[in-house]
């Protein structure tokens, strides 16, 4: 039962042009979510989150937007630049108590 | 602030052999805990937590076993490692008073192959 799902296993993308990674739920109690950065051989980096009160928060380049009637959540980096070149990981939980729910990630290339 | 830190970085283990990873928080008190594995090309795959010493929850069944000794040291063992257990195991942690629910930081990771 994948109840987060990222379709696109991976995404390329030229620098400075904007990346767009996507993120579908299943689960209509989950009302916190978050995205994570991963390099090869190194512990995912959290990025930003949002709770289900927002449908936009942003930090510098990373805007995430939260789409409730359509259980969907997207992050834009803009501009994209090559150290964005990464796995993305989408996750969310419940704030009522329980563990973060993860997608499989989506391989981000940003070609020079 | 708070540091993460896990060993070995890497491991190469004989089928049948024993395993025990350490994570090891610093900087906070009475954190979550976590040991995820992440499978060659696949997400991550959450397989215990701890909200408190000896307290551990089991997601997956498994082979693998995890203890918390101390409030911030979680380790993962097997008696007996299978192929089947080689990956990359993280060890993550949150703010302790609710189960998970709070953002998740994670170690370096180990990554461990199973001959």
């Known amino acids: 039962d994948q109840q987060v799902k990222q379709n696109s296993p991976s995404l390329s993308v030229q620098e400075g042009r904007i990346s767009i990674l996507n993120c579908d739920y299943t689960?209509?109690?989950?009302?916190?979510f978050l995205w994570y950065k991963k390099y090869p051989a190194e512990g995912p980096t959290f990025l930003i989150s949002?709770?289900?009160?927002?449908d936009k928060n942003e930090d510098g380049r990373f805007t995430v937007f939260l789409n409730k009637s359509a259980k969907h959540l997207s992050l834009h980096i803009v501009p994209s630049q090559p150290g964005d070149s990464a796995v993305y990981f989408c996750a969310a939980s419940r704030l009522s108590g329980s563990r973060l729910t993860f997608g499989e990630g989506t391989q981000l290339t940003v070609n020079p | 602030s708070q540091t993460i830190h896990q060993w070995p970085a890497t491991l190469v283990q004989p089928v049948g052999s024993p395993l025990s990873l350490e994570c090891t928080v610093e900087g906070t008190s009475n954190p979550n805990l976590y040991w995820y594995r992440q499978a060659a090309g696949r997400g991550l795959q959450l397989l215990f937590y701890?909200?408190?010493?000896?307290?551990i929850s089991s997601e997956v069944p498994q082979n693998l076993s995890a203890s918390r000794p101390q409030d911030r040291q979680f380790i993962l063992s097997s008696k007996k490692l299978l192929l089947s257990d080689s990956g990359f195991y993280l060890c993550?942690?949150?703010?302790?008073?609710?189960?998970?629910?709070?953002?998740?930081?994670f170690g370096p990771g180990t990554r461990l192959t199973v001959l």
């Open positions: 993550a942690w949150s703010v302790g008073g609710r189960s998970g629910t709070d953002t998740q930081y």
């Open positions: 689960n209509s109690m989950f009302d916190y």
């Open positions: 949002i709770s289900s009160i927002k």
């Open positions: 701890s909200v408190g010493i000896g307290q």
